[in-house]
């Protein structure tokens, strides 16, 4: 691998002050009469006059029309247009992460088969999945265009809030089943974790990665209350039996739900409602799954969701804002891949400097997975110094916690 690129280069940026991505926001600027040169974001614009409002050189991109007449109108008008693409079950182009109940959508009335995360997966495989046709390929980057967006937006008000070393990532297996140690352990952490103010970001999917949104989401609550809702979805504990799996979780979420405010632009208009934008940290934290692995379902328990349906941009983005240092929980061939994508971006520096890599069951570690071998030898080479310090293997939640936010 080369040298790393300039910080600049990898950085998520955050352009919110020439976007729109909200009906407040169009609202606002309206009044102005102007929106030369901003963008305008997956918003529904059949009922809005546009006829008299300053467009040159303005993006729309997502955004719905009632007819064509009025695209044709903008586009006359000197501004530029990218359509919503009809067809697909996904927005072209989101202004905002995804909620759980965005993603639940249907389950009520459908079950899992017919709830809205499962659609795009349909879609998703009978477009070719990961080798999409060339209109589905366009329509999938252009969604995950969106996605970044939307990330950049809601980690820069946490990320100037506490700084970026202040999220940490927690991985580890798919597999692991509800109510098991393993899946105890990673959900304590994360809840205490959360409790110290740091955002919890995982890969969205069950096992660990549920665990752990579980336990940011409760982070309000008492210890005790994580463990009885653990007890609650250990009554579907295996995520290949879909409608009881997600039946209950939805259940232990409207138990507990509370409200997660919208993160705000940080030069929002003066009439949007200020809100605290390190609020969500503590109702479920971040979750960054892909539609690659959409026969697993995404966990239901993270405040907002990022899903994209490329995992090689979502594997990355999960490792660039986790700065304050990474868990792995026990697991197998995913979870190695993610050590040693983990420990490349440390050893070159690639996104700054790393907090440490904290390995939770000692005997899994350095036994049936002796991750030491390799790391060590390679962290100790790092042409930024010798990172072997960075390296924890702990059996200890309380541990693992203090080494995490010390």
């Not at 700084?163 to 990673?186: C, D, E, K, Q, T």
């Not at 952490?189 to 999917?205: C, E, F, Y």
């Not at 549920?210 to 210890?223: I, K, R, S, T």
């Not at 907090?355 to 939770?360: D, K, M, Q, S």
Request: with cysteine.
């Amino acid at each position: 691998m080369p040298t790393p690129p300039p910080p600049d280069v990898v950085a998520l940026h955050d352009h919110s002050p020439d976007e729109i991505e909200s009906p407040e926001e169009l609202r606002f600027h309206l009044r102005t009469g102007s929106l030369a040169n901003k963008i305008v974001q997956g918003l529904d614009l059949a009922a809005v006059d546009l006829s008299t409002v300053d467009v040159h050189d303005a993006l729309f991109i997502g955004c719905h029309f009632a007819e064509l007449d009025a695209v044709v109108d903008l586009l006359l008008r000197r501004a530029v247009v990218v359509p919503e693409f009809a067809g697909v079950p996904y927005p072209t182009h989101p202004s905002q992460l995804y909620s759980p109940e965005n993603l639940a959508a249907g389950f009520a009335s459908d079950g899992f088969a017919g709830m809205f995360d499962t659609l795009v997966y349909q879609h998703f495989r009978a477009t070719g999945g990961a080798t999409p046709e060339i209109r589905e390929a366009v329509a999938q980057r252009v969604h995950d265009s969106g996605i970044d967006n939307a990330l950049a937006n809601v980690t820069a008000g946490w990320i100037d809030a506490r700084g970026p070393a202040a999220a940490i990532g927690i991985m580890g297996g798919h597999a692991v089943l509800r109510g098991s140690a393993g899946f105890r352990n990673a959900a304590e952490l994360a809840w205490r974790l959360a409790r110290a103010d740091r955002l919890v970001v995982t890969g969205g999917g069950p096992g660990v990665m549920e665990a752990a949104n579980l336990g940011a989401f409760l982070a309000e609550h008492p210890l005790d209350t994580l463990s009885s809702v653990i007890d609650m979805l250990a009554t579907a504990p295996d995520f290949h039996d879909h409608d009881p799996y997600t039946s209950v979780a939805l259940s232990a979420r409207a138990s507990f739900a509370q409200p997660v405010p919208p993160t705000p632009d940080p030069v929002a208009p003066a009439d949007q409602v200020a809100v605290d934008p390190v609020t969500w940290a503590r109702r479920g934290g971040l979750a960054i799954p892909t539609w690659l692995y959409g026969h697993e379902p995404a966990n239901l328990f993270a405040a907002k969701i990022a899903k994209y349906f490329s995992n090689a941009i979502r594997e990355d983005t999960i490792l660039r804002l986790s700065r304050g240092g990474i868990v792995f929980a026990p697991g197998m061939a995913g979870t190695v891949q993610e050590v040693f994508q983990a420990a490349t971006k440390t050893f070159y520096g690639t996104d700054g400097g790393s907090g440490p890599f904290v390995f939770l069951d000692v005997t899994h570690w350095t036994e049936r997975l002796p991750i030491r071998g390799l790391l060590d030898p390679l962290l100790a080479a790092s042409p930024v110094g010798d990172l072997r310090h960075l390296v924890y293997l702990t059996d200890d939640v309380a541990e693992a916690t203090e080494i995490l936010t010390s």
